[in-house]
């Protein structure tokens, strides 16, 4: 019964689905941001309505290309999964990996490759629409003069580190930041709890299996451990166009039969195929696709490699592609696999199972007594013989391991655990893991205390006079250099005349500014900036020589007809999403968005 927070054409978009896309969004900004991430950055109203506006969006796209039928074909789907790393064994298809990782993501086979298909249909879209647009030379060669300008500067830098030694903060001055500037020193409320977890991971740890349980496992389940049957092919498509008439597919069949009858007579098949081939992909590597799994080809395609013995030659066979000649190049037979070669698997899949069912059968337990004894997780954790461990600090929006979850925030920072310390309703973590609480220590929100934050206020104020200092210094700098005085002391480092070629961190953020400046005349240019890090950056523009298209290779000419294309592309996209949003009845539920993502998670 997940709450509803938008519905678009009928279609529900749940608050999961809104909290999954949210934390999405917290693991990339907290990777780049790492210790200075705030989680108010996304736990907030406005963030919450962008991310359902985005979530609209594409649910906008998957029924526009679901109703017209964009989705990939079969043989489409099969060059993707074959072709993708994550499937791969030795550089080659392994459809026992295929499994382990379509599985690992919780889908099975059917699903994921449904998933794909409309996935595949949303990009056919978009580069539908990305083709579509037209780009004239006129407009890259004007973007060539820009991106082919070249700049004749140089710089200097007034490091704030130079003073900071030098800086005195008073006491006075540390009192007066702290009682100015109270709401940055704020500790929000946090928690430390007491936490009992029930999982099957925990369970399986302490399970012992002997060799007898183990070989009554592997011949229980003997038929997972099975290495399929394996069909290696190799193909040469000769395409039909699907407008040809009889006479045109006639006349590729007699083309394709031809070949066979080349094949037959002992050529080589790797060497027609890529004399003749029409597949990009495969006739590269003299027509082979590798491992040729169930349901992965077009049924024609399919029903003729099953038919055929290892080394074989077939006669053209007819698909929505053209005609195919194939080759089975090599076949294995399905086999069982020893358990020796499986004794860990087996061992790991029987501990799962026996500790998913103790799982099962200890959850009531778990959750009668931490219902039952309010006031304390000991007595369940003494009937399952678990352990009662503390947390560390938690606030309302992160902890560590299990506390990364808004839900489980959520249920520690409810009123009957803050306020009345009774323990938390047992929350599911995933599917085999329940955790219960109960408060340990507690600290509402306040102000932290002076003498807590006293370093870090001497070092900010530190570091902004000293920046202070560095830019004094730097604008007097630059008066003299205007009145042509100390160039004779002053080490400047030339900066890179193409823009693309500044790439380290003051580099990039000197050519920033001097490849925005405006240069009057034939009169070096000379002005200053603070730098991120407090520094004081000084440079001198002497010359702007634009950009000569006609001398632009042919790599570059393309990457800005790339770019311009990609441009105007993501143009077409955003006016064809508005025109659908526009066409669609869409429902965004903007009073349940104003409720923070613990509270929108745990209903």
């Known amino acids: 019964n997940q709450i509803t927070v938008a519905k678009v054409d009928g279609e529900k978009i749940d608050a999961r689905t809104l909290e999954n896309a949210l934390e999405q969004r917290r693991r990339f900004f907290r990777a780049q941001l790492g210790n200075n991430f705030d989680p108010a950055m996304i736990d907030n109203p406005e963030v919450r309505m962008q991310v359902v506006e985005g979530l609209v969006a594409n649910r906008l796209i998957q029924i526009y290309a ?24 030795d550089g080659k298809f392994d459809a026992d990996a295929y499994r382990r990782v379509v599985s690992a993501r919780g889908y099975s086979a059917e699903g994921f490759e449904q998933q794909m298909r409309v996935n595949g249909g949303i990009d056919q879209l978009r580069k539908g629409l990305s083709a579509s647009a037209v780009v004239n030379q006129d407009e890259v060669d004007q973007l060539l003069i820009l991106t082919l300008q070249k700049r004749d500067a140089d710089y200097t830098v007034i490091a704030s580190s130079d003073a900071l030694q030098n800086v005195q903060v008073s006491e006075e001055e540390k009192r007066e930041e702290y009682e100015q500037n109270e709401y940055q020193y704020q500790q929000a409320d946090r928690m430390k709890l007491d936490y009992v977890t029930l999982s099957v991971e925990d369970i399986a740890k302490d ?12 011949e229980a389940s003997s038929g997972q451990y099975i290495k399929p049957e394996t069909r290696i092919a190799s193909h040469i498509l000769l395409s039909v166009p699907r407008s040809a008439d009889e006479g045109q597919q006639n006349e590729v069949l007699e083309k394709a039969e031809a070949i066979v009858g080349r ?23 003299g027509g082979d696709l590798g491992i040729i799994a169930r349901g992965q080809m077009v049924p024609e395609f399919e029903e003729a490699v099953y038919s055929m013995s290892e080394g074989q030659i077939s006669e053209p066979v007819k698909t929505e592609f053209g005609y195919h000649i194939i080759k089975l190049t090599s076949l294995e037979a399905e086999t069982q696999k020893p358990l020796e070669e499986v004794r860990e698997e087996v061992i790991k899949a029987e501990k799962e199972r026996l500790a998913a069912t103790q799982f099962a059968e200890s959850a009531e337990t778990f959750r009668s007594l931490v219902f039952e004894e309010p006031d304390n997780l000991e007595a369940a954790a003494l009937a399952l013989g ?41 929350i599911d973590v995933s ?27 001497e070092a900010s104020i530190k570091a902004r006079k000293a920046a202070e200092i560095a830019r004094t210094n730097g604008e007097t700098l630059i008066e003299g250099l205007k009145r042509g005085s100390g160039l004779d002391t002053l080490a400047f480092d030339a900066l890179p005349e193409l823009r693309e070629d500044a790439t380290g961190a003051v580099d990039r953020q000197v050519a920033e500014r001097v490849f925005t400046a405006k240069l009057q005349g034939d009169e070096a240019l000379i002005e200053g900036f603070s730098l991120d890090i407090g520094d004081y950056a000084v440079y ?9 298209p006609q001398a632009a290779t042919d790599e570059q000419r393309q990457e800005i007809a790339r770019q311009l294309e990609s441009r105007d592309g993501n143009s077409a996209y955003m006016l064809f999403n508005a025109a659908l949003r526009k066409a669609a009845d869409v429902e965004i539920f903007t009073s349940l968005l104003e409720d923070d993502s613990e509270t929108l998670a745990a209903q």
């Not at 399970?207 to 592997?218: G, M, N, R």
């Not at 902890?399 to 520690?412: E, I, W």
């Not at 001198?540 to 000569?548: A, E, I, K, N």
């Open 66 to 89: 679901q109703e017209n039928g964009l989705r990939l074909s079969d043989e489409a789907l099969r060059q993707s999964i074959v072709a993708s790393p994550e499937f791969q064994l």
């Open 207 to 218: 399970i012992e299996l002997d060799d007898e349980e183990i070989a009554q496992a592997y």
């Open 263 to 285: 094949l037959n007579s002992g050529e080589d098949f790797a060497v027609l195929a890529e004399e003749f081939s029409d597949d990009p992909g495969s006739k590269r590597k």
């Open 386 to 426: 678990l352990e009662v461990e503390t947390s560390g600090w938690v606030s309302r929006g992160q902890g560590p391991g299990a506390f990364n979850s808004p839900r489980v925030r959520a249920a520690a920072f409810d009123s009957a655990v803050v306020d009345d310390d009774l323990n938390s309703e047992v």
């Open 431 to 457: 599917d085999d893991e329940l955790i219960a609480m109960h408060k340990n220590e507690f600290e509402a929100q306040h102000t932290k205390p002076y003498e807590e934050v006293e370093a870090q206020i």
């Open 540 to 548: 001198r523009l002497r010359s702007v020589t634009p950009g000569d």
